[in-house]
């Protein structure tokens, strides 16, 4: 099998599309780190709306 280009991967990939999909990937990745550690070590209340309290909903 031969390649078109040499920076082409064994997928079929260009390196150029593997780099904007990484680009892409920390992109998303940094936000959600943002939106989470927001949360990370709070306590929570929960809201349990049941009477017997003595048994997992």
Do not use: H
Not at 1 to 10: G, K, N, R
Request: proline share 2%; net charge negative; charged share 30%.
């Amino acid at each position: 099998m031969q390649w078109s280009s040499i920076s082409e991967l064994s997928n079929g990939v260009e390196d150029s599309k593997l780099d904007l999909f990484a680009q892409v990937a920390n992109t998303i990745a940094d936000s959600a780190g943002e939106v989470i550690r927001k949360y990370c070590r709070k306590k929570f209340n929960f809201l349990v709306d049941k009477e017997d309290l003595s048994k997992p909903l």
